[in-house]
């Protein structure tokens, strides 16, 4: 099925279902352009597609800019990180195909930190039955989502507070290089539901790490990221990826653009440091696929 399939209605009737109020944490119902709760608390249908469930006040200073959301689009549509993708599908569909039958209707993916939609796209595909909620702070971001895949409805919200999903909801949470709320994820998810973490390795991005002056990564990332997820969750299986890349100088500003050193260096910075690297730049995409189920 084509990411670029147009986003039907439908669609977010659905999702509407398995999603609670910000504000009271009761049922949501759909009307026209809107989304209300029982106690008259009511939130827009964006024309874009995604439903705006950021309360008053929400802070959204961390959120992806238009021009990292435009070149994350951009670098993944090259299909630099598909086999990523393909990796993170196959899981996903091995882990929850067996808790869906004909019976039980559909399942919900909730891609929390959705960004544009990339990796829920892919899963969506290999999992027919399954609907997904593409969540992410960024406004410029789920109206990408919104449009990924016909079986996407996209949320903004905020993933360090009380996530708009009811409890027990998800078969299947993706958390891919995105602020991770154990609490939530675990109220969210369903006691045989799977959670799957992508974090990047110390050697991500390596060979550009030093001269562009990339942010690093911890050496303790991953132990870090148990110690977070404390004992609401159960580590069940990791391993890691890599990715080979040979990248011509523009893809290089554009994965640069689409990350978190984005926010610390002015692109004709990183252009002029760049042009002391071989054109094109033999990168190491390196990343850690860490497994969880919920404890007890």
């Not at 709760?37 to 439903?51: E, I, L, M, T, W």
Request: proline fraction near 7%; charged fraction near 20%; charge should be neutral.
């Amino acid at each position: 099925m084509s990411s670029a399939a147009r986003h039907d209605g439908d669609v977010l009737s659905a999702i509407v279902a398995y999603l609670i109020c910000p504000v009271c944490g009761t049922e949501l119902a759909l009307g026209r352009g809107s989304i209300r709760c029982p106690n008259n608390h009511s939130f827009d249908v964006a024309r874009q597609g995604y439903v705006n469930l950021l309360p008053g006040g929400a802070q959204t200073g961390t959120a992806d800019t238009a021009a990292m959301v435009e070149a994350r689009a951009a670098f993944l549509g090259e299909g630099h990180f598909a086999s990523l993708a393909t990796l993170l599908a196959g899981r996903v569909a091995t882990a929850v195909g067996s808790s869906v039958t004909p019976e039980s209707g559909s399942m919900l993916i909730v891609d929390a930190g959705a960004g544009t939609g990339y990796y829920l796209t892919m899963m969506l595909d290999r999992c027919p039955p399954a609907l997904g909620a593409a969540i992410d702070i960024s406004k410029f971001a789920v109206r990408r989502a919104a449009r990924a895949h016909p079986r996407i409805g996209a949320v903004a919200a905020d993933l360090w507070g009380p996530l708009p999903v009811r409890s027990g909801a998800a078969h299947a949470i993706l958390n891919v290089f995105a602020p991770r709320n154990p609490t939530e994820f675990r109220r969210v998810l369903r006691p045989d539901g799977t959670l799957f973490v992508v974090s990047p390795t110390a050697r991500h991005l390596q060979e550009l790490a030093h001269p562009l002056q990339l942010l690093s990564v911890d050496d303790n990332k991953t132990q870090q990221i148990d110690s977070v997820l404390g004992n609401l969750f159960d580590l069940v299986d990791r391993g890691e990826h890599e990715i080979d890349l040979l990248l011509a100088h523009p893809a290089v500003e554009t994965l640069v653009s689409m990350g978190p050193s984005a926010r610390h260096h002015r692109p004709a910075d990183v252009r002029r440091r760049l042009a002391g690297l071989a054109d094109p730049v033999p990168v190491t995409a390196s990343f850690t696929v860490s497994i969880y189920r919920p404890a007890g």
